[in-house]
């Protein structure tokens, strides 16, 4: 019994996931029919991004202060405080700044967005589209999967920009650091290309997986309030462990 | 056609601060930050044999207080030497032409940052003007170096001395 269970368990999450990657391959496939519908997918722009920045730039406030306070106490052990704005800068732009902004999505819209469709499927919305000879992957899943994809990125430089504010605030403002030491060693050392482009690399993936991730789920969904909610805590779940998973596997391409 | 809607124009704005935030962190945060120049002040230029570790942006001060920053370090192709081009504060600008300039550093293993030492002149430094009188950085390779050459058989043939074993007198300038 025990055992019958567990391959059960192994043998559901194999077919969840190839579900998931041909659902990868129909929403790819239905994104030139959704671009009729480019309003829609201003819409979820406007849900995704422009509702995810209250919450974004506080965090990237307190990120960027936090992370100036613990590695000026660290720095100061070795004599080194004068990298602060350098340190400060390199792990924001190269990883904290696409991750927990991907991880504030996921929590923030990625939720709303699988609880929407999954509605959507238990009202037999989906279905009711597909009448009207609408194509509910095009009007539906594609538009939401791409206004991750545009969101994400934007969202992490709003996102580092107010950490490299927050850090500023703490290190030259607060704790005395000198303001041209802390500029002028960030910007000898912070190169575009290598370390904000491959950021926004990195955050440009964590948008199609987070979007991905939470269209599926609502796809998905078995149509009760009980599916519902599975399936919305299954994407917080599933997306912070692949947007944890995938930074390690780009970190370890890309340096 | 029907009224725009209204999310529309939140939309546009999101986008638009979005690459704000990008062209901010791109400008001033790399190292296409370091061509600015700033508004309420005056440069100074002044030529090094070796710079060592100084880097454009670092601080330039005189008694230990801030009056500026390195603009730029190029080097000049037919002296062979690096031209350190300074801002300095419209406020301090009775600096006498004779003073000299030199880098040192903050700390044993701190950043580095260029020193002027005022002269008597009664004549002050103009914008453009050019410190004549410098003195490199000191670098702590040809320091251990000298020491190997000069204090290392000396110490070997003296060794119960501990004083000898002191670099040579070349130290703070």
């Known amino acids: ?255 | 056609m029907n009224p725009r809607p209204s999310y529309a124009i939140g939309t546009g704005l999101f986008i638009l601060l979005g690459f704000a935030a990008l062209a901010y962190l791109a400008t001033q945060t790399t190292s296409v930050a370091n061509g600015i120049a700033s508004g309420n002040s005056y440069t100074l230029k002044a030529r090094f044999q070796n710079i060592g570790q100084l880097k454009a942006r670092a601080p330039v001060k005189i008694a230990g207080v801030r009056i500026g920053d390195v603009q730029s370090i190029q080097l000049e192709p037919q002296r062979m030497d690096a031209l350190v081009t300074m801002s300095i504060d419209k406020q301090y600008n009775d600096i006498p032409d004779d003073s000299s300039a030199a880098i040192f550093t903050s700390g044993l293993l701190g950043d580095q940052y260029v020193g002027l030492e005022p002269g008597g002149s009664p004549t002050f430094l103009k914008d453009g003007d050019e410190l004549v009188l410098t003195q490199s950085a000191m670098s702590i390779e040809n320091l251990i170096g000298k020491f190997l050459v000069n204090g290392g058989p000396k110490s070997g043939s003296s060794d119960s001395t501990p004083a000898s074993s002191a670099p040579p007198p070349s130290g703070k300038p």
Not at chain 1, 90 to 96: A, G, H, I
Not at chain 1, 103 to 132: H, K, P
Not at chain 1, 168 to 193: A, I, K
């Open chain 1, 1 to 255: 019994m025990n055992a019958n269970l567990r391959r059960n368990w192994l043998l559901q999450g194999i077919v969840s996931l190839g579900e998931c990657g041909l659902f990868f391959v129909a929403v790819l496939g239905a994104l030139p029919k959704s671009l009729r519908y480019w309003r829609e997918t201003c819409r979820q722009v406007w849900f995704v991004g422009a509702m995810s920045l209250v919450i974004v730039m506080t965090c990237g406030l307190f990120v960027g202060m936090v992370l100036a306070l613990q590695l000026y106490y660290t720095l100061s052990i070795f004599g080194g405080t004068a990298a602060l704005g350098t340190v400060v800068a390199l792990s924001l732009f190269r990883e904290l700044g696409p991750v927990v902004t991907a991880l504030l999505v996921a929590g923030r819209a990625g939720t709303a967005v699988t609880a929407e469709i999954g509605l959507m499927r238990a009202t037999d919305q989906l279905d009711a589209m597909g009448m009207m000879a609408v194509d509910p992957l095009a009007y539906v899943a594609s538009p939401r999967f791409l206004a991750g994809v545009i969101a994400m990125p934007l969202l992490a430089c709003v996102f580092n920009a107010m950490g490299i504010f927050g850090g500023h605030l703490v290190g030259v403002t607060w704790l005395g650091l000198d303001n041209g030491t802390f500029w002028g060693n960030m910007t000898s050392t912070v190169s575009l290309q290598r370390d904000i482009i491959d950021g926004l690399y990195k955050s440009i993936v964590f948008g199609g997986v987070v979007s991905l991730i939470a269209v599926f789920q609502g796809y998905t969904a078995p149509p009760t309030s009980e599916g519902v909610a599975y399936s919305t805590t299954r994407t917080v779940v599933f997306s912070s462990i692949v947007i944890l998973a995938f930074d390690f596997v780009m970190t370890a391409f890309m340096t």
